[in-house]
């Protein structure tokens, strides 16, 4: 496998499951990252890691709960989401130096019943 | 803060025909701008990018100036083919070392 691997691609859940998200990057980057996109709104930045450290949380609530075990994984835990929260979860990973050189992955289809 | 506009969509073109995506941005200090395109069931695939102003980025037949007197960077193509159908993302890089990506715009070519 090559680039950023998402997995599942598509996850329908309830809105009492716990389900997690997993993002994989085989290119040798040490920092990742979860945006959000939902319909006619823009890439909202959810969090970032940084040598496997999290660097930047912008506001999310906390039924989203990201884990970082290494470099090359990357894990978005989900427990008792709301139908609003459904949208298509990207993944993306860049070399610290080069923040602004971010690849993704084709994403997770997330859809909360 | 910082903020990326960009028409709104879908854009439907025939084969052959010219591609203008506008986009325009509000931002401090000199940030470096960004087209991202995403095919269908793909995720952002980096398109082209210029770091300062009066760059053209390029790539795949479509092109790109960073105006900054405009504040714009619109995207476009002389000639579209079926295969560029796709969601584009105009997008700004600052230095608070976070992307801001407008709505999209979707693009659909006939033949």
């Known amino acids: 496998e090559t680039g950023v691997t998402q997995t599942p691609r598509h996850l329908v859940m309830g809105m009492t499951n716990k389900k997690s998200l997993k993002c994989e990057q085989h290119l040798g980057h040490n920092a990742m990252y979860w945006y959000k996109q939902s319909a006619k709104k823009p890439l909202e930045l959810m969090f970032v890691?940084?040598?496997?450290?999290?660097?930047e949380n912008n506001s999310v609530p906390s039924r989203f709960s990201p884990e970082c075990p290494n470099s090359s994984h990357l894990f978005l835990h989900l427990h008792t989401l709301q139908p609003e929260d459904s949208a298509l979860y990207l993944c993306?990973?860049?070399?610290?130096?080069?923040?602004?050189?971010?690849?993704f992955g084709p994403g997770t289809r997330l859809t909360v019943l | 803060g910082d903020s990326v506009t960009q028409m709104e969509g879908p854009v439907t073109l025939s084969e052959e025909a010219c591609l203008t995506i506008?986009?325009?941005?509000?931002?401090?200090?000199?940030?470096?701008l960004f087209w991202y395109v995403q095919y269908p069931g793909e995720g952002l695939q980096l398109l082209l990018k210029a770091t300062k102003a009066d760059d053209k980025g390029s790539n795949k037949g479509f092109e790109a100036t960073y105006r900054k007197e405009t504040t714009s960077f619109h995207l476009e193509k002389g000639s579209v083919q079926v295969s560029d159908s796709a969601v584009y993302f105009c997008a700004l890089f600052n230095t608070g070392n976070q992307f801001y990506f407008g709505t999209g715009t979707s693009l659909t070519v006939i033949p």
């Open positions: 506008n986009c325009t941005y509000t931002a401090t200090g000199y940030p470096s």
């Open positions: 890691y940084s040598l496997e450290e999290r660097v």
């Open positions: 993306a990973s860049s070399r610290l130096a080069e923040y602004n050189e971010q690849f």
